[in-house]
């Protein structure tokens, strides 16, 4: 009998103390009775008494889950992609001038003119990376230029002397290199 049980927990997987006792009990067989009627009261015209009839068990449901516990699945890691976020429709339009949506900004119109862009369209054609580098490569070009004017000059800006005594060497150089 207690290999019987063993075996009847083993193939269920049931933990044991997760059920409630309730749930362990088996449902007993209720069996209804008619009482017969008596034959003082005419219970000759009718049919005799049916025989008892024995209802059927109850299917056991199994307890209730606890909370916070969760099987463990083949797709415990794998997460679904939560929906990328809509900007939803423009409230500008794509063909507008940049001069009238950027009026308050002189700065960010001035850009827009040194690149030759005059719409929205245009502006969403470059990636912003690009933008700043069509931006500052004028600007740092320009102080590579000033930087080599000051060295041919004799003179250097304030922590360049490094740079200053390099291009007047390559300078000297190649004027002996020309001379001969």
């Known amino acids: 009998m207690a290999k019987k049980k063993a075996t009847r927990k083993a193939s269920r997987g049931d933990s044991g103390p997760a059920k409630t006792s309730a749930a362990r009990k088996k ?16 219970g000759s015209s009718r049919k005799p008494a049916a025989p008892a009839v024995v209802a059927a068990p109850a299917p056991v449901a199994p307890a209730p889950r606890k909370k916070g516990v969760r099987k463990a699945t083949l797709t415990t890691g794998i997460r679904a992609k939560k929906p990328v976020r809509k900007l939803g429709r423009s409230r500008i339009p794509v063909d507008a001038p940049l001069d009238v949506v950027f009026q308050n900004d002189s700065q960010a119109r001035e850009a827009f003119v040194f690149l030759g862009i005059h719409t929205i369209r245009e502006l969403e054609a470059f990636h912003p990376d690009d933008l700043v580098m069509r931006l500052t490569s004028p600007a740092k070009q320009t102080v590579g230029r000033i930087r080599k004017i000051l060295a041919m000059n004799n003179r250097c800006l304030e922590g360049d002397e490094s740079f200053a005594l390099e291009l007047q060497e390559r300078l000297s150089q190649s004027h002996m290199n020309l001379g001969h």
């Open 27 to 42: 449902v007993a067989k209720k069996v209804v009775r008619k009482k017969p009627e008596s034959k003082a009261s005419g």
